[in-house]
């Protein structure tokens, strides 16, 4: 017998000791993997809890699973959440599925003075349903509880604010004197990294980030590209606290 499959279903989908797949993934399930009736599989809402279910029936294009028992785990602390300043198209793609992998809680775009790509309202709302669908089916892959939310953030005021009122926040730039390692603070509840764009942070958004208390860090003496730099990062932070090993 093959590996128990793993499905996601949105949190209003559960309902008494029965859980309802999308479409999506109920023609996953029926089509693609071919899970038979009574068979087992796990579901998962995506923001922590887990259900050992089997499939009971189908109603029209929807499978109806059983839950056998239910958990719920909580988040793993810190918190981390990624401000990414936007990249050339296609990057961020991989940038979703390596930091959803991973447990990032979430990732949010944000535009500055080097941004290159920009986007209407129309891309905007396709790269972020696409964003979302990377996002879920890295959590499937690696079997996380939880569902990385992604998303545009806004322009650099709005980041610039946003900062301001997160409690520990750190900003990646290859100008920095001081390592991630020295600035990491002890048992944080939530942790923000802001990733600049191709060419990083200008000198003087550096200086606005600190002033806002994102203390500028440096991953060390290597220069990495912006789509590499917040796995690194997380990577980095995950293992210190014990979170990935």
């Known amino acids: ?37 009574s068979a087992p599989m796990w579901i998962s809402d995506g923001g922590g809890s887990i259900a050992r279910c089997s499939l009971d029936e189908v109603r029209g294009d929807r499978v109806v699973a059983k839950i056998i028992d239910k958990q719920h785990h909580p988040r793993p602390l810190p918190e981390v959440v990624v401000y990414q300043a936007a990249p050339k198209a296609g990057k961020l793609d991989e940038v979703v599925e390596h930091l959803a992998q991973l447990g990032v809680a979430e990732l949010r775009v944000f535009d500055s003075s080097r941004t290159v790509v920009r986007w209407n309202d129309d891309k905007r709302h396709k790269v972020a349903e696409r964003w979302r669908a990377i996002a879920r089916g890295a959590a499937k892959q ?27 926040a750190l ?73 990935i090993g």
């Open 142 to 168: 690696s079997r996380n509880p939880f569902v990385m939310r992604t998303g545009f953030f806004g322009s650099w005021a709005d980041l610039i604010s946003n900062v301001a009122d997160e409690g520990h």
């Open 1 to 37: 017998m093959g590996e128990v499959p793993w499905f996601i279903a949105h949190s209003e989908d559960w309902r008494g000791d029965e859980v309802m797949l999308d479409p999506e993934e109920s023609h996953h399930a029926l089509h693609v993997l071919r899970v038979p009736r």
């Open 171 to 243: 900003a990646l730039w290859e100008g920095a004197s001081i390592s991630l390692r020295e600035r990491l603070p002890i048992d944080p509840q939530r942790l923000a990294l802001i990733v600049g764009p191709e060419g990083g942070f200008a000198a003087e958004e550096a200086d606005q980030l600190g002033a806002v208390g994102a203390e500028p860090v440096s991953l060390g003496p290597r220069i990495f590209r912006t789509e590499m730099a917040p796995v690194v990062a997380c990577c980095s932070l995950l293992w210190h606290y014990c979170l």
